[in-house]
């Protein structure tokens, strides 16, 4: 199995996702944080993790890109480009079905978003150390399918147009046999892994996360593997997710864990997620996609930040 620490010539770190959405602000509404909001949250996460993921080209990932350069952040990015739906997903639960006008002004939305990661790849080459094509478009369930055959057209634009390493963020489960020829564009597979999504508990959970990483590395070995996303949530109010199986107890459990098995082996992985998201899911306060930062949306430390942050309680 190759390590992109080797393959890629890319030194081992901690590694987190962000994205700076406060109360009141949403990527729907078109509300982003400002400059001095993402001056704030980086600030917290510098000298803590060296890798952050964005998932969009859009105005909070151009914000984000300004602040480290200009307050001399020591920061290494991988951008993401958010490509929406092209082919409509009748398996979807939340609804994945759209018109015949919608799934074209996707694609073209789709390219321009591409252009633009593309863009500030070239225009930011000393921060943005890695990019991707798109992230859970290609699993059963999301809401923004994307045909695998596009998903490589789209790799294959970004090789050419940049010069740092191209993957694509996914479940790990398309990996397994979905994406085999996604596999042969990209330079490094990245996955994501979510067993209490997967109704196990915290006793069963690292376990498993191995094994959805191992499934895929042993596969491809002649591919690194990076997890892109693997976290655990503190809150739920049953909607695919136990109560029970959920807290801020048992997402330290998880994160430690994580970070000792992670840091053992040398895998790169971005744990999920930096700040609560209020704005995600269904408007109910304990819906679970609002509660997997490792702070409150209010900036304050969860129990497994409270030492490092003790200032921040």
Same mark, same amino acid.
């Given at each position: ?17 962000? @994205? ?13 944080? !400002? ?9 917290? #996460? ?26 001399? +952040?020591?920061?290494?990015? $991988? +951008? ?6 092209? $082919? ?14 919608? #799934? ?35 699993? @059963? ?37 979905? #994406? ?21 508990? *915290? ?11 191992? @499934? *895929? ?29 959920? @807290? ?47 702070? !409150? ?7 497994? $930040? ?8």
């Amino acid at each position: 199995m190759k390590k992109i620490t080797e393959h890629l010539d890319i030194k081992f770190d901690k590694a987190i996702c962000y @994205s700076g959405f406060r109360q009141g602000q949403s990527p729907d509404a078109g509300i982003f944080p !400002t400059y001095d909001q993402i001056k704030e949250d980086l600030l917290i #996460l510098q000298g803590h993790w060296k890798y952050l993921r964005l998932y969009a080209c859009d105005k909070q990932t151009d914000i984000i890109l300004e602040v480290i350069e200009k307050e001399n +952040l020591d920061f290494q990015v $991988m +951008l993401g480009a958010y490509i929406g739906a092209e $082919m409509n997903n009748f398996g979807c639960p939340w609804g994945g079905a759209f018109s015949e006008g919608q #799934l074209i002004a996707n694609k073209e939305h789709n390219i321009n978003e591409i252009e633009k990661l593309i863009k500030l790849a070239n225009q930011y080459p000393d921060i943005v150390f890695a990019l991707s094509a798109g992230n859970e478009a290609t699993v @059963s369930w999301t809401d923004h399918y994307v045909p695998v055959e596009s998903v490589i057209r789209y790799v294959n634009i970004i090789k050419k147009g940049t010069k740092q390493p191209v993957t694509f963020c996914e479940n790990y489960v398309p990996w397994l046999d979905h #994406l085999k020829k996604l596999v042969e564009a990209v330079d490094f597979i990245s996955i994501h892994t979510y067993p209490v999504w997967e109704y196990k508990n *915290i006793h069963e959970a690292l376990e498993y996360t191995k094994q959805n990483y191992y @499934s *895929i590395a042993e596969r491809y070995p002649h591919k690194p593997v990076v997890i892109t996303e693997a976290g655990w949530a503190t809150n739920s109010n049953g909607r695919g997710i136990d109560p029970g199986n959920v @807290s801020e107890d048992l997402q330290e459990v998880y994160y430690q864990d994580l970070m000792k098995w992670t840091e053992e082996e040398e895998i790169l992985a971005f744990y999920f997620e930096a700040f609560d998201e209020q704005w995600k899911g269904s408007p109910e306060p304990m819906e679970p996609e609002k509660h997997w930062g490792l702070f !409150t949306v209010e900036r304050k430390p969860k129990k497994v $930040m409270r030492t490092q942050f003790a200032d921040f309680v």
